[in-house]
């Protein structure tokens, strides 16, 4: 019986994970090759979390995620895994509906629903071609109208988070999270989501003149390169595990640094010095294989 389950992240702040691509000075992300939708990496994630719980105990570090590449070419043998986490819910800042203007909303997409739903156990069901929300109207953005109609219970079902949010964010974001989401076809979603991803131009400023301290090349700066991101205010998910090694598996104290960084904020992604990459975490199921419950456990030799 495999140990598997589902961890949450609400973006604080834009998230990069990637690298330059190939449309000249665009610094873009990382993207599934079949949808083209960003996402993070499970080698990130897991590179993130590694570094948290090893500035509280290193040798914690070493059980839980293995003992890194030593001189002699060793390595330890890792109890927890992470998978890649995936776009679940987008934000929309740039929406106006039935005259109103700014409309906070979020948008997902059939194929992220439905897997979703398949990972974390909810309700899997069909969704029109049409779009569908929590509230019924006439939405614009830029020059698209979308008429939406309303939710079945079952699509409801189908929609929802599994297990409690995080506390802080249920006190800050459930409330406007419950009314305000629409969920599309996967080619609508795929257009509407690039208009909604975060981007900023940013500029190289010119080394001044060793004689005369003075900058002569002209305008003094140019522009450098625009960075793509993940914006704030975007749901994650991503699939996570115990694989305990039989002779020595990992303890509570151990699993419980690993929740204190996995259902706090923890940084993910580059550019971490202008305060990008901070993220609020949060899992389904924070126990520790075999402790609390009667069910086996999946055990690695």
């Known amino acids: ?34 949808t083209d939708f960003p996402y993070i990496p499970g080698s990130s994630l897991r590179g993130s979390l590694r570094w948290d719980v090893n500035s509280i105990d290193p040798a914690a ?37 039935n005259g109103n203007r700014n409309v906070f909303t979020w948008v997902s997409c059939h194929s992220l629903i439905g897997n979703h739903a398949l990972l974390s156990g909810l309700p899997i069901t069909e969704f029109p071609h049409r779009p569908v929300g929590t509230q019924v109207g006439s939405y614009y953005v830029a020059d698209a109208q979308l008429e939406v109609s309303a939710l079945t219970e079952l699509q409801k079902q189908a929609i929802a988070l599994a297990g409690d949010w995080q506390q802080a964010l249920a ?11 629409i969920v599309l076809a996967d080619s609508d979603f795929q257009t509407l989501m690039e208009h909604s991803l975060w981007t900023q131009i940013r500029n190289k400023i010119n080394k001044l003149d060793d ?15 625009t960075d793509v991101c993940i914006p704030r205010d975007t749901i994650l998910y991503y699939p996570w595990g115990y694989k305990l090694n039989k002779t020595n598996p990992v303890a509570k104290q151990e699993h419980d640094y690993l929740m204190d960084v996995v259902t706090g904020l923890f940084q993910i992604g580059g550019q971490a010095n202008v305060g990008r990459g901070w993220v609020q975490g949060w899992v389904t199921n924070d126990t520790l294989p075999g402790l609390k419950t009667s069910q086996s456990v999946p055990v690695e030799a």
């Open 1 to 34: 019986m495999s140990d598997f389950r589902t961890g949450y992240l609400y973006t604080l702040a834009p998230i990069h994970c990637g690298g330059e691509g190939d449309l000249g000075n665009i610094l873009d992300i990382v993207r599934e090759v079949h």
């Open 61 to 97: 570090a070493d059980k839980l995620f293995g003992r890194e590449l030593s001189a002699d070419g060793q390595m330890g043998i890792h109890q927890v895994w992470f998978g890649d986490a995936r776009l679940l819910w987008v934000p929309m800042r740039t929406m106006s509906m």
């Open 171 to 181: 006190d800050a974001v459930k409330s406007t999270w419950n009314h305000n989401r």
């Open 211 to 225: 004689e005369d301290n003075e900058d002569h090349s002209e305008g003094g700066a140019e522009i450098f390169w």
